[in-house]
């Protein structure tokens, strides 16, 4: 897996830059949105290789979840999540998101049904977020096939952060 993180200043405008293709013009961005985006990198700085966002959710939205318990819970579900990105090896992976968290991967799936107690939502994710192999894929599945041939599965993330974000609302 390839990891990158920008570490100085002049390396955040200078990545920020190249993503809108500006790379030799300095970056002027309004106050507000400028000092956003230094602090989220430096929040992805102290977070890293996990996304500030995935431990946000974590923590926040699964706290709710009276079958849940925090630390072990986050540290069992992360472990899982890990260990799937090492076996698949995403070559789209800079860092360890939200939507890394799979439940066609039968250890995440039995933590989100059983530790979580969300086995209700199963079908649903099998039909519509993410099946298991051998299974009928998923909608979202589909039409990262159909849609989106040879390209990170962009749907299928999309559909697998709103089901985690959306759990424990």
Same mark, same amino acid.
Not at 7 to 17: C, H, K, Y
Not at 125 to 154: C, H, T
């Given at each position: 897996? /390839?990891?990158?993180?920008?570490?100085?200043?002049?390396?955040?405008?200078?990545?920020? $830059? $190249?993503?809108?293709?500006?790379?030799?013009?300095?970056?002027?961005?309004?106050?507000?949105?400028?000092?956003?985006?230094?602090?989220?990198?430096? %929040?992805? $700085?102290?977070?890293?290789?996990?996304?500030?966002?995935?431990?946000?959710?974590? *923590?926040?939205?699964?706290?709710?979840?009276?079958? &849940?318990?925090?630390?072990?819970?986050m540290l069992r579900l992360l472990a899982r999540t890990i260990h799937h990105l090492w076996r698949i090896q995403p070559?789209? /992976? /800079?860092?360890?998101?939200?939507?890394?968290?799979?439940?066609? &991967?039968?250890?995440?799936? *039995?933590?989100?049904?059983?530790?979580?107690?969300?086995?209700?939502?199963?079908?649903?994710?099998?039909?519509?977020?993410?099946?298991? $192999?051998?299974?009928?894929?998923?909608?979202?599945? %589909?039409?990262?096939?159909?849609?989106? @041939?040879?390209? @990170?599965?962009? *749907?299928?993330?999309?559909? %697998?952060?709103i089901f985690c974000i959306s759990v424990a609302v």
């Amino acid at each position: 897996m /390839a990891f990158f993180v920008l570490r100085s200043e002049v390396g955040f405008r200078l990545g920020i $830059a $190249a993503l809108g293709g500006e790379r030799e013009k300095e970056l002027r961005l309004p106050v507000i949105l400028y000092h956003a985006a230094v602090e989220l990198r430096d %929040r992805f $700085a102290r977070s890293y290789p996990l996304h500030p966002k995935l431990l946000e959710m974590l *923590t926040e939205k699964t706290s709710s979840l009276s079958t &849940f318990q925090r630390t072990r819970g986050m540290l069992r579900l992360l472990a899982r999540t890990i260990h799937h990105l090492w076996r698949i090896q995403p070559p789209d /992976a /800079a860092s360890i998101h939200t939507h890394h968290m799979d439940p066609a &991967f039968e250890p995440i799936r *039995t933590e989100i049904n059983v530790k979580l107690g969300q086995g209700q939502y199963a079908p649903a994710v099998k039909s519509d977020v993410a099946a298991v $192999a051998g299974d009928e894929p998923a909608l979202a599945q %589909r039409i990262d096939a159909q849609k989106y @041939p040879g390209l @990170p599965p962009v *749907t299928a993330y999309v559909a %697998r952060t709103i089901f985690c974000i959306s759990v424990a609302v």
